[in-house]
């Protein structure tokens, strides 16, 4: 195959997942023009059209969804091998893309993405904060953060960080007008913050388990949310009650501006994990990165 072959594929490939000309144009740093002539030229070669173009909008034929099907994952290896032997240079380099929860990337992610890009100034990170469970493999990330229990079996998951608890907490003016829950069940004469799951879009439910009875509370309320810190700014102003992370709200709870309830109903589960495909080839940087988000306790 020669090399204009290679282009053109490459072209197709870049508008069948931009949806746009335009945007493709602009991935692959060529004019629209370029780009429309080399998939033009693709299918002229092929005697079959890939693409549907209207004045609006595009779309795949049946032949350019097989192409598009077939030849992606070919080029992901021929990208990331040209990335793994780019990376045998004598400094680590490249781009390391990682999705992960506002939370996850405050707490455990930062803190070592510091120390990691001074340590390694030829590597540079994209850190894209999305409270949904993203796609990795289909949005191209190299990497995803979440709590162990949310990671896919297919997925190759490293430790880094301790286990995590939630709470329930509520501020001191909350509980003198509402008093104190002894059990979930109580939660039903609450007001509570509820918490808008991004993917899937539905209400989460409070979970609690002790001594092997395990509880769901959907509560009741007020306001409905989809961020920790607003979650925490409407318990500190006395409007509800919120459902969180221990640790995010154990100065709060120290220094008397909130209460925390239910604790023995708040048992410890698995931390955050990184997480990637066993299939993909990594470079150097990436392993790199790996080992220092380890967790070592």
């Known amino acids: 195959m020669r090399h204009g072959d290679f282009s053109e594929l490459a072209a197709f490939i870049a508008v069948a997942e931009a949806g746009s000309f335009t945007r493709a144009a602009a991935k692959l740093g060529l004019s629209q023009s370029a780009v429309s002539c080399s998939v033009r030229m693709l299918e002229q070669k092929l005697g079959v059209r890939l693409i549907s173009r209207t004045t609006r909008s595009l779309s795949l034929t049946d032949a350019g969804q097989r192409m598009l099907r077939n030849l992606r994952p070919s080029f992901e290896n021929i990208e990331s091998e040209i990335a793994a032997i780019s990376a045998l240079r004598d400094k680590p380099t490249g781009t390391i893309r990682v999705t992960t929860f506002r939370y996850a990337a405050t707490s455990v992610l930062w803190p070592v993405v510091t120390k990691f890009l001074a340590e390694y100034p030829d590597i540079e990170m994209e850190i894209i904060v999305d409270e949904g469970l993203t796609d990795i493999v289909a949005d191209r990330f190299d990497a995803g953060i979440r ?16 286990d995590l608890r939630m709470a329930v907490v509520g501020s001191p003016s909350y509980f003198a007008k509402r008093g104190v829950p002894q059990t979930p069940r109580d939660l039903g004469n609450h007001l509570g913050v509820s918490y808008r799951q991004t993917t899937g879009g539905g209400l989460y439910a409070w979970e609690f388990d002790r001594d092997g009875e ?84």
């Open 214 to 297: 395990e509880l769901q509370v959907g509560m009741n309320g007020p306001l409905i949310m989809n961020d920790g810190l607003m979650l925490e700014a409407a318990a500190l102003d006395g409007i509800a009650l919120a459902y969180t992370f221990e640790s995010q709200v154990a100065q709060y709870v120290e220094d008397g501006r909130l209460i925390r309830v239910l604790e023995d109903w708040c048992p410890p589960f698995s931390g955050y994990h990184l997480y990637y495909p066993s299939r993909r080839q990594h470079t150097a940087a990436f392993a790199l990165f790996v080992e220092a988000l380890r967790y070592r306790s």
């Open 147 to 162: 709590v162990g229990e949310q990671v896919q079996k297919d997925m190759i998951a490293v430790r880094i960080g301790p």
